[in-house]
């Protein structure tokens, strides 16, 4: 019997709903996101297998590791990264099938399991002793400052209208009841986290710390070979995990189908916005999120403390 | 183990004093006219990501050291390219007082496209046959 569940377990994370899947989802929106971007502009794209023809090809090159950097952060980085962000997705879609809790606020675990990647990227640019790496460093750092509070304040707004703080009865509540997004507060909320997660998953406009034209790849610049790689299908992991996790918090409930429906959709306005829009600065950024974002949290707060 | 590369090309631009011709046509083709990501060929701002030197201009005293430093910094194995008449062969600037020779006297060259500037149909042209030039090696 205990042979059994770690076998079931093991296969959980390596193969369904972790690692391989995951991965195979995350290589398919990273196609779709490119042939999107193209075809707005009137290109023809990449076929459909180019994500995986980029990461095979990453990893039968030379891994270059620098001289004066960390040598064990360097390389522990996106390992840690892209581990963290398996373990959050598998979880996730483990609970979207089982709809039970896990432990009691479980919630927060999440929330420090999808912050893990961008606090690793941190450190291994850190790690890598380069300028341009530390200047990513720095901006994601700022950044992180700047999208985590109102993302927070927007995710208790859910938690709040469910009363309970655990993801697993959330979930349950709003397959009762309403999900959160049926009221005015809930509506604010969903739109505040996706300005939020567009800046999580580091795309355009808040794709400042990566900045390929002004930082040279910005935090990835001294990556090479396998770990570049690994980097890239955090990446794309990560444009399957942070919607999900929205729609999970905000919007559950319907058949399976119905919930990659929501999920494409939020992924859809993601890419299209990072299509449509230029890199902002990082002053501009930071006051966006200070000024702009985190107002409206605060009044979807309030609004969900009086029940609107 | 060569075969990959002949899907996925990430390019890196250097340009090794040129007088920017060159340089030109080869953002020409980038840009989405000739739209190169369907052969999945990719501009790359660092050279630890790229497969391609793209080296454009005539190498001179100033530069040298620089295009030979950037050639140990890419990750190999990688090709490079030399873009246009001045990095194939000096054409008028062959006695020049400042230039180090041709591009090939400098680092292992695996593919020329002349001209002045070369047009960026012959740009691609000329990865296509780098492309089937690794596809032979395999065999």
Redesign the interface.
């Known amino acids: 019997m205990e042979k059994i569940n770690i076998l079931t377990t093991l296969v959980q994370y390596l193969v369904f709903p972790g690692f391989l899947f995951l991965a195979v989802a995350g290589l398919f929106v990273s196609w779709a996101d ?1 042939k999107l971007a ?1 075809r707005m ?7 459909l ?2 994500s995986w ?2 990461i ?2 990453l990893f ?5 590791i620098p001289e004066g950097g960390n040598t064990l952060a360097f390389i522990c980085a996106p390992v840690i990264a892209l581990l963290s962000i398996i373990y959050a997705g598998a979880n996730l879609i483990m609970i979207l099938f089982m709809q039970g809790q896990i432990f009691p606020g479980d919630l927060f675990v999440f929330l420090y399991l999808l912050s893990i990647p961008s606090v690793c990227m941190m450190l291994g640019a850190s790690a890598s002793a380069n300028p ?1 790496a530390a200047l990513g460093a720095s901006r994601e750092m700022k950044l992180i400052l700047s999208y985590e509070l109102p993302l927070l304040i927007s995710i208790i707004v859910a938690a709040l209208k469910a009363h309970v703080m655990s993801l697993g009865l959330i979930i349950q509540f709003q397959m009762e009841h309403l999900p959160a997004i049926a009221s005015l507060s809930g509506v604010l909320a969903v739109a505040v986290s996706m300005v939020c997660i567009q800046a999580k998953m580091g795309m355009a406009p808040f794709d400042v710390s990566e900045a ?2 002004e ?3 910005g935090l ?6 396998p770990l ?1 790689a690994v980097w890239k299908l955090v990446k794309m992991i990560a444009m399957i995990v942070f919607p999900l996790f929205l729609v999970l918090i905000f919007w559950a409930g319907g058949s399976l189908s119905l919930v990659v429906l929501k999920c494409a959709g939020i992924i859809l306005i993601a890419i299209i916005a990072r299509i449509l829009s230029p890199r902002v600065r990082i002053d501009h950024a930071l006051t966006f999120f200070w000024r702009k974002v985190t107002p409206w949290a605060i009044l979807a707060l309030l609004l969900a403390i009086i029940g609107i | ?1 060569v075969n ?2 002949t ?2 090309l ?1 390019v890196f631009h250097a340009a090794c004093s040129p007088c920017n011709n060159c340089d030109i046509e080869i953002l020409d083709m980038l840009a ?1 006219r000739h ?1 190169v ?2 052969f ?1 060929i ?1 501009l ?3 050279p ?2 790229a ?1 391609v030197l793209l080296v454009s201009g005539a190498v001179n005293k100033k530069v040298v050291h620089r295009i030979k430093r950037l050639y140990e ?1 890419t ?3 990688c090709f490079v390219i030399a873009v246009g008449g001045c990095a194939c062969s000096e054409i008028l600037f062959r006695d020049s007082y400042n230039t180090c020779g041709p591009l090939d006297t400098i680092l292992p060259v695996d593919m020329y496209i002349p001209g002045c500037p070369p047009k960026p149909e012959a740009m691609i042209a000329g990865i296509v046959k780098l492309m089937e030039k690794l596809k032979g090696k395999k065999k």
């Open positions: 490119r193209a502009q009137w290109r023809v794209g990449p076929p297998l180019q023809y980029d095979r090809k039968k090159k030379e891994l270059i341009y390929e034209t930082l040279a790849g990835f610049v001294e990556y090479s070979g570049l | 183990m990959a590369f899907q996925s990430f989405p739209d990501e369907r999945g990719q790359v701002g660092s630890r990501h497969d910094q990750a190999k194995p």
